[in-house]
């Protein structure tokens, strides 16, 4: 097989088709798993709509290697252990242990608080890491401007967040996170992604096309853009206790509890 990259972000909500003599949809690419201890993407969870809009349906897990892309569809391969509970025997992985990257706080070695995943960038059909994009959760699609920290420098997920001290210091119980090296600090963010940065592009067309000063209202723009990323922020700390609580719970089979919990 070729290998290819992948962005978790763009391939979320993608049509999923499975089915040779008859293809059908089984659904949308609704989250990406991982494995516990490595950096690697075991697969993604499908979800269905509704049933009358008023009964869950559940999803399908399908693995990396388990689908192909053909236009702008995701097609489960018509091979055993590709999805559901056959593809998580053959990746050697119970669906209890598998874990969450997307919205995990990420964290230096030393504590330091970059944000959270908001994308990560994988290599098809080995599921391997290249990349995370991490800065403060997005609002909407845009965000305060992210990272692109590289596989090197991700140490790795741990179900016992940061170190004892700040988990004494915020007197609250410790949340999984995503820890990478303090190197990452040093990484260069990317503006061009920014809320500040969108809304001073659009604060430009506006005074332009007004005749009025362009700075004045960019200065305005910056205000709420700095006041949305505080937002954003605090969505950080939320999210680390959501996959807390949903660890342990990503297996499609286990009954409609998790759905109903959930809402998937």
């Known amino acids: 097989m070729t290998e290819n990259l992948i962005s978790a972000k763009k391939l979320t909500g993608t049509r999923v088709i499975k ?21 690697r993407v075991a697969g993604f969870e499908t ?26 569809y995701a097609f489960i391969r018509n091979e055993k252990g590709t999805s559901g509970k056959a593809a998580y025997k053959a990746l050697n992985l119970y669906p209890d242990d598998s ?19 908001n994308d990560v960038v994988f290599v098809l059909p080995s599921g391997e890491v290249q990349s995370i994009e991490a800065g403060p959760k997005a609002v909407g699609k845009l965000t305060q401007g992210t990272r692109s920290i590289p596989t090197e420098l991700i140490v790795g997920y741990s179900a016992e967040g940061g170190s004892a001290e700040a988990a004494e ?12 090296a303090s190197e990452a600090l040093a990484i260069d963010i990317d503006s061009e992604k920014s809320i500040a940065s969108k809304a001073g592009k659009t604060a430009s067309v506006i ?23 505080a937002v954003a922020s605090a969505g950080a700390t939320a999210a680390g206790e959501h996959l807390k609580k949903t660890r342990g719970m990503f297996s499609a089979f286990k009954d409609a509890y998790n759905e109903g919990r959930h809402g998937d």
């Open 19 to 39: 089915g040779k003599k008859l293809p059908r949809s089984a659904g949308k690419v609704h989250r990406f798993i991982f494995y516990p201890d490595q950096k």
């Open 47 to 72: 979800k269905k709509s509704d049933f009358l809009l008023m009964f869950k349906r559940r999803g399908r897990f399908v693995s990396v290697s388990g689908y192909y892309m053909y236009e702008d």
């Open 99 to 117: 874990v969450l990257w997307i919205g995990l706080p990420v964290i230096t070695e030393d504590g330091e608080s970059i944000g959270v995943v």
């Open 169 to 180: 210091t915020a007197k609250k119980k410790p949340s999984p996170v995503l820890i990478v």
């Open 207 to 229: 005074a332009a096309k007004a005749g009025v000063d362009a700075a004045a209202v960019s200065e305005k723009a910056k205000s709420a853009a700095e006041t949305a990323g």
